[in-house]
Each structure stands twice: as structure tokens, then as C-alpha cells.
């Protein structure tokens, strides 16, 4: 029933632009440490492959020499809803977006992983090789006043451990960006399962080395979406397979030449399968409980203005409304927040956004006959800074404070996470990049099975993980690419999933190395 009403609602509210859309293109881009979901970092151009995560830093000069070409000016749909994407929207700003052409290209590339605790659990490490075959398929179609995106990308993986590690991964992803006269804005859509993931941010083991973005297919388009509009994945857990979904529409109305109104929808969902996870607190029986499947609905408002062609102030408002599978608890949160954003070029972007959060908690007693509903008041705060140096380097961090799903852990978590990262422009050829991320994730809920309770109040995990990878090009059509990632967790109780307890850390190096061919993009009318 909740489905339907915010899927009819969010139907509605965007009834009145239904009529703009057309096909279009997207130019590509991807976020740093969004293997951390949510952290903007630098599109890439169809035929010159980078990494996601690599190419967050760099700033690109809107031209691009391919073979003594020059790329086509940015389409005014893509400065409108990229480049300048609105502080009061659901995406961040994009800096350096070059042109985007109609196009498709299938790529296929080699991924191999040498991981000294394969099953992300502590105490029982257990080495493993673990090698990927993948391809995909992008697809641009740039139309007047708007750009389609489709992409898919799929792989098998194969494991030294007798099968253990065998895992296959999907990525579907679907945007729209259109623009009219004073109006613009973008849908987007994005399907991705994997068997195996464990990784911080929701992303697949394969995310961490960027291929999706190699291979011309890159998860969001030239949309990078913030924290708030992703299903929370902010602690390790196991290996084990899960979906994740994210439907966001946008409609942003230039009310002014200095004002503008944004109102954006959101749907996402988060689903394990035959995870389980067992808890052990001092004195009390073993209670095991399911990885918790977690949806989340609601819309975000905002007014702006812009005061200078560096300077933006905003406030927002947003609504979020929290529910989990099988468990009789829901969440509705609201957030108010004065922003503001600073950018100089290409050079400097500063983002900062910071006010009162109330959430409405309705969740069972202990016997789970009676129910209640409590009033948590806290803060919310977002923050991001991109500063491109010379001799192509840039540095990107910043830092998050808000209300998540839980990562399939907790029943709701308030989450702070900080990340950074830098990328170097070495040579015609190499690319040096560097990055590491931080979450700290504190239970809303306790979380109780038959009167026996699971995940104790104020159960905190924090979690971290740091990388440097190197990438060299050869000719136009082929990347090779190595690195190293290391993850480190504790956990201030112990957790037994599928019978491997993890206590107080969890200690991971993984060697990361692969080479990825694709075609040139071969243009479509």
C-alpha cells in the first residue's frame, strides 16, 4: 500500500512535464569513494576509459583531443542538469563534463581480485583468488532539449576456494535528462544485484576498480546522486547476494533568472537473500535474525537563489519515510536545512547544508503486542569540497551526517561518514589515484526476535577502508589497471552471520588487477 501511494504520488507530481521527454544521451561520470555511494567525481568521454572512483579529482577543459579531434561543445541539458545541477536537487554538480554524442559501445574486460579474508568476517580469514570475466553494453541517443542513457553490464566470477567465492553480478541502469525554456530535470534508474557483495557503500566487489566506467557504461550517468537518495550500505557484511534499487525524478523551474524551485521524488529498496546473521550478547540465548530488508519513499523541496555566479543559498526540506521486511517498524523523517554552495569554475566547488531533523518512530514493544511511537530531534549536515591544482591533480572530500536505512543491520542508523580523495594525472598515459572513506553507524531501534533482543540500543559499527590504484592506457581501445584496497571494521557487539561470528574488527587486503578492451563508440542517428 505504501508502494502504491508514493508511486501515484510521485506520478502526479510530475504530470506536468510529463510531455518534455524525449530520447537522449548521457555523458558519462561516477563517484570517488561512493563506492560510498554519493560523492561526485569526473565524467568520462566514450572513448577514453578511467575509473569511477580514479577520475574524481580531475578537472577536464570542455575539449579533449581523440585522434586531433575536438569534442562537441556540452549539450545545454547537460550543463543544466550536471554541471550546474541545482543545490536544492537530489544530484551533486559535475565539474568539467565534456560533450556527450549518440553513440553505443560493448566493452569486455578481465578483473581478478587476490583478497586475504574473501569472507569479510573476523576470525576466520580465509584467503581466496578470484577472477572476473565481464561485458557491457552503453547506449546515448542525444536529442534537442534532452539525452537518454541505457546501460547494462554483467560478469561471472570464479573462485581457488572450491566454487565458495563463485558469484555473478548485474548492473542495469536507465536516465533521462530533458530541458524547456525554464524548466528542467532528469529520471533515473538503477538495478543492481550482485551474489557476493560485502563492500562498503553498496557497491559490487567490481565497483572499487571502476570497469562500469571503463567499459563506457558508468552507474548513474551524468548524474551523481547525494547519500540521502541511495539504500544505506555502510558497514561490511558477508559476502552474500542482494539487490538494490534507486528511482529519483527531478523537475527544477527557473523561477528567475537568480531563483529556482526544485521538487524531487524518490523510491529505493535494499533486499537480501538467505542472509542470515546470528547475535551473541553476554547472558542471553542465540537468537538469529534475517539481513533486514529495508525500502524507503519521499520528496525533497527547495528554494534558491543565486546571489552572485559564484555564490548560491538555499533551503530544503526533505521528507523520508523508512520500513523493513518482516518487522513491524517504520520511520518517518524530516529534515529542514540552509545550504550553500560556492564554485569557481572548474576549480573550486563548495557544498555545505546543515539543520534540525525530526524523525517519528513507531516500532513494537519487547513482546511485540504493544506499540508505540517516540520523537527522536537531532541534526542533519552535508558537505562536499572539489578543488582541482595544477599539473591535473584534484582533491575531493567531505563529510555526512544523516539518518540511514541500516545497511541491512540496524533498524534505521544515524550515520556519519567522511571521505577523501585525490587523483594525478602522471603522465600522457598513467593516472595515479588515491582515496579513503570513513562510516560510523549508531542503531536507532534495537532490534528484538521472540522477546530476545538481537542488536542491543546504541550497537555502533565503524568502518573504514583506503585504496591507491594506477591505471595505463594503451592506444585508444584497451586499459590495464592495478591496486590495492584495504578494509578495516569494528563493532561494539558481536555478530554470527551464516555461522561465522564477527567480534570486534574485521581486517581485509585485497590486490586488485584486470585489462579492459572496448570498441570505439560507434555512432547512431
Aim: proline share 5%; with cysteine; net charge neutral.
Amino acid at each position: 500500500m505504501k508502494l502504491g501511494t508514493y508511486l501515484v504520488a510521485l506520478m502526479l507530481g510530475f504530470a506536468g512535464v510529463a510531455g518534455v521527454y524525449a530520447p537522449i544521451a548521457r555523458a558519462q561520470s561516477q563517484n570517488p569513494a561512493e563506492q560510498q555511494p554519493a560523492q561526485p567525481a569526473q565524467p568520462q568521454q566514450p572513448e577514453k576509459p578511467a575509473d569511477d572512483k580514479s577520475q574524481q579529482g580531475k578537472s577536464q577543459q570542455g575539449k579533449s583531443q581523440q585522434g586531433g579531434e575536438d569534442q562537441l561543445p556540452t549539450p545545454p541539458v547537460v550543463a543544466g542538469t550536471s554541471n550546474d545541477a541545482p543545490l536544492t536537487g537530489a544530484s551533486q554538480p559535475i565539474i568539467g563534463l565534456v560533450a556527450s554524442r549518440s553513440y553505443f559501445v560493448p566493452s569486455v574486460f578481465f578483473f581478478g581480485q587476490l583478497d586475504s579474508n574473501a569472507s569479510n568476517s573476523a576470525g576466520n580469514y580465509q584467503f581466496a583468488s578470484i577472477n572476473t570475466i565481464m561485458g557491457s553494453i552503453a547506449v546515448q541517443k542525444l536529442g534537442r532539449a534532452s539525452q537518454f542513457n541505457l546501460g547494462y553490464l554483467a560478469g561471472r566470477s570464479f573462485s581457488s576456494q572450491n566454487g565458495a567465492f563463485n558469484s555473478t553480478t548485474q548492473e542495469a541502469v536507465a536516465s533521462e535528462l530533458w530541458s524547456r525554456g525554464r524548466w528542467d530535470g532528469f529520471i533515473l534508474d538503477k538495478l543492481l544485484y550482485s551474489s557476493q557483495a560485502a563492500f562498503l557503500g553498496g557497491s559490487t566487489p567490481f565497483d572499487i576498480a571502476g570497469l562500469n566506467s571503463v567499459a563506457g557504461l558508468a552507474g548513474t550517468g551524468s548524474v551523481t546522486l547525494r547519500n540521502t537518495f541511495l539504500p544505506g550500505q555502510g558497514i561490511f557484511t558477508p559476502f552474500g547476494p542482494r539487490l538494490s534499487n534507486t528511482l529519483v525524478a527531478q523537475v527544477n523551474n527557473h523561477l528567475s533568472r537568480r531563483t529556482f524551485f526544485t521538487l524531487v521524488g524518490d523510491y529505493d529498496v535494499l533486499h537480501f537473500y538467505n542472509s542470515t546473521f546470528t547475535s551473541f550478547p553476554a547472558a542471553l540465548p542465540t537468537p538469529s535474525f534475517n539481513l533486514l530488508d529495508s525500502s524507503a519513499a519521499g520528496f525533497q523541496a527547495g528554494l534558491g537563489y543565486q546571489r552572485s555566479r559564484r555564490d548560491t543559498f538555499a533551503v530544503i526540506y526533505r521528507f523520508n519515510d523508512l520500513w523493513f521486511g518482516g518487522v513491524p517498524v517504520s520511520i518517518r523523517d524530516n529534515t529542514l536545512e540552509g545550504a550553500y554552495q560556492r564554485q569557481v569554475g572548474e576549480r573550486l566547488l563548495l557544498q555545505i547544508g546543515a539543520g534540525p531533523e525530526i524523525s517519528i518512530i513507531h516500532d513494537p514493544s519487547v513482546t511485540g503486542t504493544n506499540f508505540a511511537s517516540g520523537t527522536r530531534v537531532s541534526w542533519t549536515m552535508d558537505s562536499l569540497i572539489h578543488y582541482a591544482l595544477n599539473r591535473g591533480i584534484g582533491v575531493t572530500a567531505g563529510y555526512d551526517h544523516f539518518l540511514s536505512s541500516g545497511s541491512g543491520v540496524f533498524l534505521g542508523a544515524i550515520t556519519d561518514r567522511v571521505f577523501a580523495g585525490a587523483s594525478r594525472q602522471i603522465s600522457h598515459v598513467w593516472t595515479l589515484d588515491v582515496n579513503v572513506s570513513y562510516a560510523h553507524n549508531r542503531d536507532l531501534v534495537p532490534l528484538f526476535n521472540a522477546a530476545n533482543l538481537v542488536v542491543p540500543a546504541n550497537s555502533t559499527y565503524d568502518s573504514v577502508y583506503g585504496g591507491v590504484e594506477m591505471h595505463r592506457r594503451f592506444g585508444r581501445d584497451s586499459d590495464l589497471f592495478f591496486g590495492y584496497l584495504g578494509r578495516y571494521q569494528t563493532s561494539s557487539f558481536t555478530l554470527c552471520p551464516q555461522g561465522i561470528c564477527q567480534g570486534s574488527n574485521i581486517v581485509g587486503h585485497q590486490f586488485n588487477f584486470g585489462f579492459a578492451w572496448h570498441l570505439r563508440p560507434v555512432p547512431i542517428g
